[in-house]
């Protein structure tokens, strides 16, 4: 929180925090959000984010986002919409930081294929993962494993879609048909996120910050990569009524500028929009505390009917002239491709793996051994990903 704001009674406070699995003294100059905030921008995974695929992999030009400046775009959102409800801004911004951490090199085409590699092994999950790297891979410190970050920054790291579970353990939503990953379960049986209820108001509006930067943010790269053009997206509703303001207020604009114009004012729309239905809702469900939130029925953040129809539009049109636009297949079939050729050759040949991830691994079941190569698949970055499949074998794509 800013000097001088008041935090609303159902904001997550870092005085009344369920604490840390491994007890640490307070900081004497840091809240126990802001101290999460620290230790997630000083992990290796966060920096890794820098060479890791949005939607361009990294040699396709340094104007597109990788999945660092998405995340500081998200966080921007996070922090935005946090200030203006009166929630904890700290909190806000450490789940923004390190909600993406658990992608794997290339985007959704790496996880894709990490999760047909672990098929046999409870698939691969990049929610799961980031609890993963967050409890157990950040090596740092001399007293326990991961970052040891809040009760909440966890909580709201795994939930920030809606509860998990119902009360009786039952998997719900996406996780109906395979389970609940198994990264989170072994998670819980040391510290219980109670992944039956929602995540904190905090949570909630960080994952309405993640989908407002990629709705802005991939306009802005299509049509960067003329993917599609201006005329495009002002056939799809929202993006069409703002340019057409654009267009009245200054006619004689040049693209570049009505295309800034144009995500800028998306934001704010957005932002706008959730703060509104995110307060008609609080206003409805009257909690006295973060608790009253975690346990209401239905999450308390959102997009209005209206804005939410419109956001499904614009994802819509992302998905059919971005996401599968040959192009994009093309590169992200060949991305898929190298990491399946390299989980394929460390669990034929573990010495090809670095010392350091060779050790123990004899001693671990086939279902531990495969989750120990994913985890090293998981954490490159694109160029090292690539730089391994040239080591290993004799052709590897060029990726553009």
Not at 281 to 305: E, H, I, M, T
């Amino acid at each position: 929180m800013q000097a001088g704001m008041v935090r609303a009674v159902y904001a997550c406070d870092p005085e009344r925090s369920r604490g840390r699995l491994h007890a640490e003294p307070a900081s004497q100059s840091r809240s126990a959000f802001r101290r999460d905030c620290d230790r997630i921008i000083h992990s290796t995974a966060f920096r890794r984010l820098k060479h890791k695929t949005q939607v361009f992999v990294f040699d396709e030009g340094d104007h597109y986002r990788t999945r660092l400046t998405h995340t500081l775009e998200v966080t921007q959102v996070a922090r935005a919409l946090a200030r203006r409800l009166h929630l904890d801004e700290d909190l806000a911004e450490a789940l923004a930081l390190a909600h993406d951490l658990g992608h794997p090199p290339f985007g959704h085409a790496g996880e894709r294929a990490l999760d047909a590699c672990l098929a046999a092994f409870g698939g691969f999950d990049h929610n799961g993962q980031t609890l993963r790297i967050v409890t157990a891979l950040e090596r740092r410190y001399p007293n326990f494993d991961g970052l040891n970050l809040t009760w909440e920054t966890l909580e709201g790291l795994v939930k920030h879609n809606g509860p998990l579970t119902d009360r009786s353990g039952a998997p719900l939503g996406r996780y109906c048909e395979r389970g609940v990953p198994t990264t989170i379960l072994d998670y819980t049986k040391l510290q219980d996120l109670q992944l039956w209820t929602f995540a904190g108001v905090e949570a909630q509006i960080a994952a309405f910050a993640d989908d407002i930067a990629y709705d802005a943010h991939d306009i802005d790269d299509g049509l960067r990569a003329e993917l599609f053009h201006i005329d495009d997206i002002a056939a799809v509703p929202l993006p069409g009524k703002i340019i057409g303001e654009i267009g009245t207020a200054y006619p004689a604009l040049d693209n570049h500028r009505i295309v800034h114009e144009l995500i800028r004012r998306l934001i704010g729309l957005l932002i706008d929009d959730v703060v509104a239905e995110t307060g008609r809702r609080l206003a409805a469900l009257n909690p006295r505390s973060a608790d009253d939130v975690r346990r209401a029925s239905s999450p308390v953040a959102g997009f209005s009917a209206a804005v939410a129809e419109a956001d499904r539009a614009i994802k819509s049109f992302l998905k059919t002239r971005m996401y599968r636009h040959a192009r994009v297949m093309r590169v992200m079939d060949e991305a898929a491709g190298v990491l399946r050729d390299l989980f394929a050759r460390y669990s034929a040949h573990p010495s090809d793996l670095p010392a350091e991830w060779q050790e123990g691994l004899s001693g671990l079941d086939e279902a531990g051994r495969a989750r120990r190569i994913a985890d090293f698949i998981a954490g490159m970055t694109d160029r090292y990903a690539l730089a391994e499949h040239g080591r290993l074998f004799d052709s590897t794509p060029e990726l553009r």
